[in-house]
């Protein structure tokens, strides 16, 4: 129990595009989900979180107008990252939780995201 | 806060052991720990509640200390796929709707 799906697994796009990554919650509802950068040899850093129904939250220095957040039902949500740049390539990971059971909170299996 | 993780790496031959050590300066409910492969999304591997719980699945074991808030993963007689990046997440509430913070992360290199 617990999947959490996450698109696509890796993406190329050049810089000054827009790029959408999905995350679906596939056997519970999350009224929350959460969203991670990862750069290389580091550790999972928050960027924000993703509440149903209403505005995200994000954490300092993260500029919620580059990285859209929609969460648009209990099983979906959606960072875009606009105007995509260099140093926007990164490793993205989005995760939830099943509220209904101990679980620990289950990752998405990640968005490569390389700008060029 | 970010917990601190200690050691940052290291290193083991098949068969040795390792605990790897997960501390926070605030008050914790949770700890999760979780491990991750080159490449890979982090694989969650067990949470701790609060309590002073300690559990295991095969032969990797954890402790949570609430008093000292700290937590220490215990992996014995390594196997190669043991191999990867250890993380220890921390949380503050049961409620889904919080994050976890995570440490660092630990190396772990398993030799043959």
């Not at chain 1, 959606?78 to 740049?85: E, R």
Request: net charge positive; proline share 3%.
């Amino acid at each position: 129990g617990a999947v959490v799906s996450q698109h696509p697994s890796w993406v190329i796009c050049k810089s000054g595009t827009s790029v959408k990554i999905e995350c679906r919650s596939l056997d519970f509802q999350a009224t929350t989900m959460f969203w991670y950068r990862q750069f290389p040899k580091q550790s999972l850093m928050l960027m924000a979180t993703s509440n149903e129904g209403s505005k995200a939250t994000y954490e300092q220095g993260v500029e919620k107008d580059k990285f859209l957040i929609n969460h648009a039902s209990l099983t979906l949500s959606t960072l875009t990252v606009t105007s995509a740049h260099p140093e926007d390539s990164s490793f993205y990971i989005c995760s939830a939780r099943d509220g209904q059971k101990h679980y620990g909170y289950t990752f998405g299996s990640g968005t490569r995201l390389t700008v060029v | 806060q970010q917990p601190v993780q200690s050691p940052q790496a290291v290193i083991l031959r098949e068969g040795e052991d390792a605990v790897i050590n997960c501390s926070s300066s605030k008050a914790l409910y949770s700890v999760h720990w979780y491990r991750q492969k080159h490449g890979e999304a982090p694989v969650f591997l067990m949470i701790l509640l609060k309590g002073g719980e300690q559990k295991g699945h095969d032969k990797i074991s954890a402790s949570f200390n609430e008093k000292k808030q700290q937590s220490s993963l215990y992996l014995t007689a390594s196997q190669l796929s043991y191999s990867g990046t250890y993380f220890c997440g921390t949380g503050q509430h049961l409620s889904g709707n919080t994050p976890l913070v995570f440490g660092k992360g630990t190396r772990l290199s398993v030799i043959a």
